[in-house]
């Protein structure tokens, strides 16, 4: 992962939020909050929430005396989820680095994350964290995407790029979002960090537009994606979003679009 992996600002939290959550975060959010209001926990924290769409899922299925903890790296990501949340006053928000985090030992029942962990600089030294602030027992719930060849728009859009760019082709979705598939070195990493009784389950879904150029204009804008295609021609935005979005089309047809998503669902006990 690149240091700019991580810098979601500018126009791309309204992208991401209005685009990429419809597309493809949206059916895992709703399943990580059934699996953590299942376990009924009274103090949660949610760490690399984004634009807040597990919170918006989960908030309203957490019990009325229960607190929730809200953090993200990126304070504009962070801002854009306070701005599309209900309000609540069992909700902290709080701008918070997964590899340091501000909470006391023992804080919480569960740390929630959803596909957040790909893109932390070292796994083991957060997931030690995560463990560090659950109580004896809690629960570590997250998602990482599976291998990009599963993940069939995103796979398109980086193919049809490589063509654009021939010489130095925008790898931020293999390299990042889709970078953390091993199943065993997931599970190396988290019992490296101290935790026991690790699940993996594989999770497929739909990933599904109303247009080829909807899930096109999500990875290209609405990532960072968007920052590496800048990088190589400030003026060709446009222009390798029509491009991906003509890919998608010849492979999938100009009406509404479907495609498999894969994903792992993690849980972890402290």
Known sequence: MLE???LFAGSIPENYDRYMVPLIFEPFAVDIAQRAAALSPGAVLEIAAGTGVVTRALAPRLAPDASYVVTDLNQPMLDYAASRQTPDSRIEWRQADAMALPFEDAAFDLVCCQFGAMFFPN???????????????????????????????????????????????PRFLARTPHGYHDKVLIRRDLEDAGFSDVTI???????????????????????????????????????ATDYAASAIADRHGNGEVAAKIQAYVIMAVA
């Open 4 to 6: 700019t992996d991580k």
């Open 123 to 169: 796994r083991t030294s957060a997931y030690r964290e995560a463990r560090r602030v659950l109580k004896p027992g809690g629960r570590f719930l997250f998602n990482v995407w599976d291998r990009i060849e599963e993940n069939v728009f995103a796979d398109d859009v980086t193919n049809a790029l490589a063509r654009i760019f021939p010489d130095d082709p």
């Open 201 to 239: 389950e594989t999770r497929a879904e739909q990933s599904r537009a109303s247009s080829p150029r909807l899930p096109a204009v999500a990875y290209c804008q609405g990532t960072v994606l968007r920052s590496e295609i800048e990088a190589r021609d400030a003026g060709k935005l446009d222009a």
